[in-house]
């Protein structure tokens, strides 16, 4: 019984070990460019343990986005559910201001959550990594169907495509903002003197992302 008890630790350990060092690789140098023996040399396992825990690639890397899905799907759900329950009319600001505090959780969740987190969900989409979309929807699809209802809410003068086009490229805008985040920080408190952090960061670029989705349709 003791050794099937630390059995059971090992393996979990192991999964552990593989998915932080996918995690730090995939939103360094993206998917394609970190292969399976590069995050075991990491993770200081053997080759097979990726295969026997996940299967493959593909679920390794479903599995390193659902660590920070499963938090922040269900905060974002709740958030949004809140703004439609209200029942006035909501404006493309509030309804980003819906991912602030979800997306903040995250750095509680894991050392600079919230930058790694959207790192990896750009990385995704930037390199076309079709799985993903289909894994995101097969598990989170309500509340992207939810976030998706009150964008159109708040923007009734948009087609669908139009507000496709236009959450991509907000999307874009976002993660380069957080993937730059240190250099800006710095340059903000040299060339300004301001003191900001990630909150204020997300804060500063809401009102900007917000004003390209609802801005009028040609």
């Given at each position: 019984m003791f050794n099937d008890r630390k059995s059971s630790v090992q393996k979990i350990d192991t999964k552990t070990k593989i998915l932080n060092a996918a995690e730090q690789l995939f939103a360094e140098r993206g998917f394609a460019d970190t292969s399976l023996r590069l995050i075991t040399s990491q993770a200081e396992v053997n080759l097979a343990s990726v295969n026997y825990h996940f299967g493959s690639k593909k679920e390794l890397i479903q599995a390193v986005l659902a660590r920070?899905?499963?938090?922040?799907?269900?905060?974002?759900?709740?958030s949004l559910q809140a703004l439609v329950d209200d029942e006035k009319r909501v404006d493309?600001?509030?309804v980003f201001n819906c991912l602030i505090e979800p997306l903040l959780a995250?750095?509680?969740?894991?050392?600079?959550?919230?930058?790694?987190?959207?790192?990896?969900?750009?990385r995704g989409y930037v390199e076309s990594q079709g799985h993903l979309r289909w894994y995101i929807m097969t598990n989170y699809g309500k509340v992207v169907?939810?976030?998706?209802?009150?964008?159109?809410?708040?923007?009734?003068h948009l087609s669908k495509e139009e507000i496709f086009w236009r959450l991509h490229?907000?999307?874009?805008?976002?993660?380069?903002?957080?993937?730059?985040?240190?250099?800006?920080?710095d340059i903000a408190k040299a060339d300004f003197g301001?003191?900001?952090?990630?909150?204020g960061l997300i804060?500063?670029?809401?009102?900007?992302i917000a004003a390209g989705v609802s801005s009028p349709a040609k």
């Amino acid at each position: 019984m003791f050794n099937d008890r630390k059995s059971s630790v090992q393996k979990i350990d192991t999964k552990t070990k593989i998915l932080n060092a996918a995690e730090q690789l995939f939103a360094e140098r993206g998917f394609a460019d970190t292969s399976l023996r590069l995050i075991t040399s990491q993770a200081e396992v053997n080759l097979a343990s990726v295969n026997y825990h996940f299967g493959s690639k593909k679920e390794l890397i479903q599995a390193v986005l659902a660590r920070y899905l499963d938090v922040f799907a269900p905060a974002l759900e709740l958030s949004l559910q809140a703004l439609v329950d209200d029942e006035k009319r909501v404006d493309q600001i509030q309804v980003f201001n819906c991912l602030i505090e979800p997306l903040l959780a995250l750095d509680s969740f894991k050392h600079q959550g919230t930058t790694v987190f959207l790192s990896l969900l750009g990385r995704g989409y930037v390199e076309s990594q079709g799985h993903l979309r289909w894994y995101i929807m097969t598990n989170y699809g309500k509340v992207v169907g939810l976030f998706n209802h009150v964008v159109r809410e708040a923007n009734p003068h948009l087609s669908k495509e139009e507000i496709f086009w236009r959450l991509h490229f907000t999307l874009g805008s976002v993660v380069f903002t957080m993937a730059s985040s240190k250099a800006l920080i710095d340059i903000a408190k040299a060339d300004f003197g301001a003191d900001v952090d990630i909150e204020g960061l997300i804060h500063r670029v809401i009102p900007f992302i917000a004003a390209g989705v609802s801005s009028p349709a040609k």
